[in-house]
């Protein structure tokens, strides 16, 4: 399975887990547990609206390792089913709830099979989410839910000066250069609205994460990989897809590594400390008379 570094792994985007539908990019098992640890651990308030102790089937589309999956097994009596396309993501899954390999677009369920049908981070980069929110639907007799980020909307505090302006231009110019929305989670809304999906409630769930003293092996590699450039360089092609020129890109990685190499200085004297929020967008939506009809109709 493809690892995606550069802005995405040292800012640690919270895109997609798997490749679901041939469009989303893919990341390492080592990855998605890092960037989703301690996900639902502070407060799981905004999952509420699922119902989850009245669910008796429920299906986790685009699983990734299972850490939602985890959450839902461990909140409600009934079965929780793992749905991925990547076999190593689906061992790791398989941890916590049985798993089935399948595309978010084509899942390999029966009409009705599920009571509850939700997928967290996946939808902001589905070129057509509307498409997987008609099969979620299909294959729910009641209620469809989406936890997605809000990309564009991440707060950096950090004890190195220049880190969360130097985050936010990567991170834009990242950003820049994807196709789908990264920015849907705070506007899911409108996709369920697309896909006939009656809105029930949206909550909103701020993922913090810290970085401070004692500091873990996976924190002093982010800052060496910062102080070298690489993850930056790595993610060069995708930058220059938007806006970004070439010699901004190099401006850019030149301060970026600046930047790290102040980071790695205020290790060493353990005075650095950063705390990342990423916002979650939890929307709960019930099947409508008109749900799922476009999937029905492509047979």
Same mark, same amino acid.
């Given at each position: 399975?493809?690892?995606?570094?550069?802005?995405?792994?040292?800012?640690?985007?919270?895109?997609?887990?798997?490749?679901?539908?041939?469009?989303?990019?893919?990341?390492?098992?080592?990855?998605?547990?890092?960037?989703?640890?301690?996900?639902?651990?502070?407060?799981?308030?905004?999952?509420?609206?699922?119902?989850?102790?009245?669910?008796?089937?429920?299906?986790?589309?685009?699983?990734?390792?299972?850490?939602?999956?985890?959450?839902?097994?461990?909140?409600?009596?009934?079965?929780?089913?793992?749905?991925?396309?990547?076999?190593?993501?689906?061992?790791?899954?398989?941890?916590?709830?049985?798993?089935?390999?399948?595309?978010?677009?084509?899942?390999?369920?029966?009409?009705?099979?599920?009571?509850?049908?939700?997928?967290?981070?996946?939808?902001?980069?589905?070129?057509?989410?509307?498409?997987?929110?008609?099969?979620?639907?299909?294959?729910?007799?009641?209620?469809?839910?989406?936890?997605?980020?809000?990309?564009?909307?991440?707060?950096?505090?950090?004890?190195?000066? $220049?880190? %969360? *302006?130097?985050?936010?231009?990567? =991170?834009?110019?990242? +950003? !820049? &250069?994807?196709? /789908?929305?990264?920015?849907?989670?705070?506007?899911?809304?409108?996709?369920?609205?697309?896909?006939?999906?009656?809105?029930?409630?949206?909550?909103?769930?701020?993922?913090?994460?810290?970085?401070?003293?004692?500091?873990?092996?996976?924190?002093?590699?982010?800052?060496?990989?910062? $102080?070298? %450039? *690489?993850?930056?360089?790595?993610? =060069?092609?995708?930058? +220059? !897809? &938007?806006?970004? /020129?070439?010699?901004?890109?190099?401006?850019?990685?030149?301060?970026?590594?600046?930047?790290?190499?102040?980071?790695?200085?205020?290790?060493?004297?353990?005075?650095?400390?950063?705390?990342?929020?990423?916002?979650?967008?939890?929307?709960?939506?019930?099947?409508?008379?008109?749900?799922?009809?476009?999937?029905?109709?492509?047979?």
């Amino acid at each position: 399975m493809g690892h995606v570094s550069g802005p995405v792994a040292e800012i640690d985007l919270l895109l997609p887990p798997s490749d679901l539908s041939g469009f989303v990019r893919e990341f390492s098992e080592d990855y998605l547990r890092r960037t989703r640890a301690g996900m639902w651990d502070d407060s799981r308030a905004a999952l509420s609206p699922l119902e989850l102790d009245s669910r008796e089937r429920i299906l986790d589309v685009g699983c990734g390792t299972g850490e939602l999956s985890r959450v839902l097994a461990a909140e409600s009596p009934g079965e929780v089913i793992g749905c991925d396309a990547d076999p190593e993501l689906l061992r790791a899954a398989g941890e916590f709830v049985p798993t089935v390999a399948g595309d978010a677009h084509r899942l390999p369920f029966p009409d009705d099979a599920f009571d509850l049908v939700v997928c967290q981070a996946l939808l902001i980069n589905l070129p057509d989410p509307a498409a997987a929110l008609d099969e979620f639907a299909r294959v729910s007799t009641d209620l469809v839910a989406a936890v997605e980020p809000n990309n564009e909307a991440v707060e950096i505090e950090s004890s190195v000066r $220049a880190e %969360g *302006a130097l985050e936010r231009r990567a =991170r834009d110019a990242y +950003l !820049d &250069g994807i196709d /789908t929305d990264v920015a849907l989670g705070a506007d899911a809304r409108e996709v369920f609205d697309d896909a006939t999906l009656d809105v029930l409630e949206t909550r909103r769930y701020d993922h913090v994460r810290t970085i401070e003293p004692p500091y873990s092996d996976g924190a002093v590699r982010a800052a060496r990989r910062k $102080a070298t %450039g *690489a993850g930056l360089a790595d993610d =060069r092609e995708t930058m +220059l !897809d &938007g806006p970004l /020129t070439a010699a901004e890109y190099d401006e850019l990685r030149s301060e970026w590594r600046s930047m790290g190499r102040d980071v790695i200085d205020q290790m060493e004297d353990r005075e650095y400390r950063r705390a990342e929020a990423v916002p979650f967008f939890v929307t709960v939506g019930r099947l409508s008379d008109g749900a799922g009809t476009r999937t029905h109709d492509q047979g």
